[in-house]
């Protein structure tokens, strides 16, 4: 049985949805603590930094464009079990949804489920 937090309800909703990277995009471990991630935008290809806690980048190197955001869930609480489930399904929303604002990543349907067929 699935959390009952506002937000596990609102995630079951989009939960075989697979977070995919964009292409042109690279990792860097800046240091213990944070990971630079460097990005291009545009047909002039700019780039553009964007920096994130380690966790963040934690959850950015499993949105492997394979993995839906149940599976994502699933790998960051068997990390830190001490957390809850609950709360790391929010704190996975909230740096999805952060990433994906600033296109760092877009979200696909998880071919089989109802939105992917």
Same mark, same amino acid.
């Given at each position: 049985?699935?959390?009952?937090?506002?937000?596990? /309800?609102? $995630? &079951?909703?989009?939960?075989?949805?697979? +977070?995919?990277?964009?292409? @042109?995009?690279?990792?860097? =471990?800046?240091?213990?603590?944070? /990971? %630079? %991630?460097?990005? @291009?935008?545009? +047909?002039?290809?700019?780039?553009?930094?964007?920096? $994130?806690? *380690?966790?963040?980048?934690? /959850? $950015?190197?499993? @949105?492997?464009?394979?993995?839906? =955001?149940?599976?994502?869930?699933? &790998?960051?609480?068997?990390?830190? +079990?001490?957390?809850?489930?609950?709360?790391?399904? &929010?704190?996975?929303?909230? /740096?999805? *949804?952060?990433?994906?604002?600033?296109?760092? %990543?877009? $979200?696909?349907?998880?071919?089989?489920?109802?939105?992917?067929?």
């Amino acid at each position: 049985m699935r959390d009952p937090s506002l937000l596990a /309800v609102v $995630f &079951e909703e989009v939960w075989d949805l697979v +977070p995919r990277r964009r292409n @042109c995009l690279k990792a860097r =471990l800046e240091d213990r603590d944070e /990971v %630079l %991630l460097i990005s @291009c935008a545009g +047909p002039a290809r700019t780039s553009e930094t964007h920096t $994130f806690n *380690r966790t963040a980048g934690q /959850v $950015f190197s499993l @949105c492997d464009g394979h993995r839906n =955001l149940g599976e994502i869930v699933r &790998e960051m609480a068997s990390r830190y +079990p001490e957390a809850g489930k609950a709360r790391i399904t &929010e704190d996975v929303i909230r /740096v999805l *949804r952060t990433m994906e604002r600033k296109g760092i %990543l877009t $979200f696909i349907p998880e071919a089989g489920s109802p939105a992917g067929r």
